[in-house]
């Protein structure tokens, strides 16, 4: 039980520290000896526990994004039995807040969690696509469902349209998450006391953007 434990807590602990030096040098910038440097293991820990940086990559991926895929994705398909039983059409805006308010929380109460965003963030703007080629393997059946949940909720609009349109909504979230948005309304010199939530303000924006008029 101790040996498990152990193995465990030195897990956690190079899990943590990839996290955060990915974030700050993105995967293809950081070595495995500077993480194993901030776990406090030795290299061998690394190919004990994940085979690979890659593996470690993996790891990282299976850690924050199955429990949280696991929630959007019930609470996604919750809303589409729902609308089934009741024979109606799902709302957009419940569709977009099932997949975004998880996230949004998970920045905000899961330590590490920022720099693990953060780390997706830099991948996406990576010249090496192997983080974004992982991210997107463990996000394609999590974004296929909200894609079929938005086409139930938007059963008019041409398929391309409504692709385009994620992505263009999707851009907005992951600005949302990436920024600094307190930094940038002091740099406007705006004070940030609207009584409407970040989370609210987002949705309302991008539900807008879904379902406006189209020709």
Same mark, same amino acid.
Request: proline share 4%; aromatic share 8%.
């Given at each position: 039980?101790?040996?498990?434990?152990? *193995?465990?807590?030195?897990?956690?602990?190079?899990? *943590?520290?990839?996290?955060?030096?990915?974030?700050?040098?993105?995967?293809?910038?950081?070595?495995?000896?500077?993480?194993?440097?901030?776990?406090?293991?030795?290299?061998?820990?690394?190919?004990?526990?994940?085979?690979?940086?890659?593996?470690?990559?993996?790891?990282?991926?299976?850690?924050?994004?199955?429990?949280?895929?696991?929630?959007?994705?019930?609470?996604?398909?919750?809303?589409?039995?729902?609308?089934?039983?009741?024979?109606?059409?799902?709302?957009?805006?419940?569709?977009?807040?099932?997949?975004?308010?998880?996230?949004?929380?998970?920045?905000?109460?899961?330590?590490?969690?920022?720099?693990?965003?953060?780390?997706?963030?830099?991948?996406?703007?990576?010249?090496?696509?192997?983080?974004?080629?992982?991210?997107?393997?463990?996000?394609?059946?999590?974004?296929?469902?909200?894609?079929?949940?938005?086409?139930?909720?938007?059963?008019?609009?041409?398929?391309?349209?409504?692709?385009?349109?994620?992505?263009?909504?999707?851009?907005?979230?992951?600005?949302?998450?990436?920024?600094?948005?307190?930094?940038?309304?002091?740099?406007?010199?705006?004070?940030?006391?609207?009584?409407?939530?970040?989370?609210?303000?987002?949705?309302?924006?991008?539900?807008?953007?879904?379902?406006?008029?189209?020709?």
């Amino acid at each position: 039980m101790n040996d498990r434990v152990s *193995d465990d807590s030195t897990k956690d602990r190079i899990l *943590d520290a990839a996290e955060s030096i990915f974030a700050e040098k993105g995967f293809k910038g950081s070595s495995v000896r500077a993480i194993t440097e901030k776990a406090g293991v030795n290299i061998a820990a690394v190919n004990y526990h994940f085979s690979s940086k890659t593996g470690l990559l993996e790891a990282i991926c299976d850690r924050r994004l199955i429990p949280l895929n696991k929630l959007r994705s019930e609470r996604i398909k919750g809303i589409l039995s729902e609308a089934e039983k009741s024979k109606t059409t799902p709302r957009t805006k419940e569709v977009l807040r099932a997949f975004i308010e998880p996230t949004m929380k998970l920045k905000e109460t899961e330590p590490g969690a920022k720099d693990f965003i953060a780390f997706i963030g830099r991948a996406f703007n990576d010249p090496d696509g192997t983080a974004r080629d992982v991210f997107l393997k463990f996000m394609k059946p999590m974004a296929e469902l909200l894609y079929r949940a938005l086409s139930a909720a938007l059963p008019d609009m041409p398929k391309e349209l409504l692709f385009w349109r994620l992505q263009f909504a999707m851009g907005a979230f992951g600005h949302t998450m990436q920024g600094d948005m307190t930094g940038a309304l002091k740099a406007f010199g705006i004070e940030a006391d609207t009584k409407v939530s970040p989370l609210e303000m987002l949705l309302d924006f991008m539900t807008a953007g879904m379902e406006s008029t189209y020709k």
